[in-house]
């Protein structure tokens, strides 16, 4: 993990600076579609095979993309496969989200719930979660039965966890303690 990180960090300190002169957020959406389709094996196995030319490749992915590349976004992925970087793309966009949020104070919040939120609920947890937090937050709601119960929020490296298999745990141990 640690070395993904490594190999994509200078690669999305690039892509967002070319970025930030067109329209982050339309290359964020092309972006993340690519993350999606570089994740597929069989594809990162097309594109392992010596007999398959990097264009080959990079015309795969953009018709799997099944959108319109703009021409930074194009070029900055036939750089990528060109270097045989292809396994790194999901980890490059996640750190070019990172400098976004960065740059735009806001910070991604994972919600874990052991149940569905509804668009109104969602609202209410951001506003107390924004608070808590002191940054803005862009939620991203998984859905997480073995809680039981309740939320819990990921924000970066600060995990807040008010689920009832939490509580069950933290009861657990002050038993047996």
């Excluded at 389709?37 to 990079?58: C, H, I, M, T, W």
């Amino acid at each position: 993990m640690a070395e993904l990180a490594t190999i994509a960090r200078p690669y999305a300190e690039a892509l967002y600076e070319v970025a930030k002169t067109q329209d982050v957020k339309a290359w964020a959406q092309q972006l993340d579609v690519l993350a999606l389709v570089a994740g597929d094996a069989e594809l990162r196995q097309f594109a392992d095979n010596p007999k398959v030319s990097a264009e080959q490749v990079f015309e795969v992915i953009a018709a799997a993309a099944k959108l319109p590349l703009a021409a930074g976004v194009q070029n900055f992925v036939r750089e990528v496969v060109a270097n045989g970087k292809l396994a790194a793309l999901p980890a490059m966009v996640g750190q070019f989200h990172a400098l976004a949020n960065a740059a735009d104070g806001v910070a991604d919040a994972q919600i874990f719930s052991a149940f569905p939120i509804d668009d109104a609920q969602l609202a209410d947890v951001l506003g107390s979660l924004e608070k808590r937090f002191g940054r803005k937050l862009e939620a991203h709601v998984s859905l997480e039965p073995s809680l039981i119960g309740g939320i819990r929020v990921v924000v970066g490296d600060e995990v807040l966890d008010t689920s009832v298999k939490a509580r069950l745990e933290r009861m657990k141990v002050a038993l047996t303690a």
